[in-house]
């Protein structure tokens, strides 16, 4: 059996679902493996990743309005120190994943038709406000032959 792991970078710019599918597959095509399992693991606690829809934009907006009226950042939550977004974020990537297992299948990412990977940045602001970028790291983990 092969191991693979390799570290990605995504940058991210305010609350959104970022598409990662091809990154993801780039690696696993790299790693030289034909059959296995790919584990994808977000290193932050204020964004997530799931598998959803990818061709209808309209499943996306709908989640992420669904989860903004789910876990609205007006509440009065007590952790704060990195703005008004933080803990709500943190609630968000709970409710979601922080890593997916994803099959191997001749050299690539096994996944449905309409499914796509994607990392949800739940984060949108700096702590004065204002609108920021976030470099999000996602370790990739593929074992197989």
Same mark, same amino acid.
Do not use: M
């Given at each position: 059996m092969k191991l693979?792991?390799?570290?990605?970078?995504?940058? =991210?710019s305010g609350k959104c679902l970022h598409k990662i599918t091809s990154q993801v597959n780039d690696v696993v095509i790299n790693s030289g493996i034909k059959t296995?399992?790919? =584990?994808?693991?977000?290193?932050?606690? @204020? /964004? @997530?990743?799931?598998?959803? %829809?990818?061709? *209808?934009p309209d499943v996306l907006a709908d989640l992420s309005s669904f989860f903004n009226k789910l876990v609205? %950042? @007006? /509440? *009065?939550?007590?952790h704060s120190a990195e703005g008004v977004d933080d803990m709500p974020s943190h609630i968000r990537s709970v409710l979601t994943s922080t890593s997916e297992n994803i099959i191997i299948r001749q050299g690539?990412?096994?996944l449905g038709t309409w499914?796509?990977?994607?990392?949800w940045e739940h984060r949108m602001r700096s702590q004065s406000g204002a609108a920021r970028s976030h470099l999000r790291q996602i370790a990739i983990h593929i074992q197989g032959e």
């Open positions: 693979h792991q390799q570290v990605i970078q995504v940058k =991210t296995g399992l790919c =584990t994808v693991f977000i290193l932050h606690t @204020s /964004a @997530s990743l799931i598998i959803q %829809e990818n061709a *209808d609205p %950042e @007006s /509440a *009065d939550y007590l690539r990412l096994w499914q796509g990977l994607y990392l």
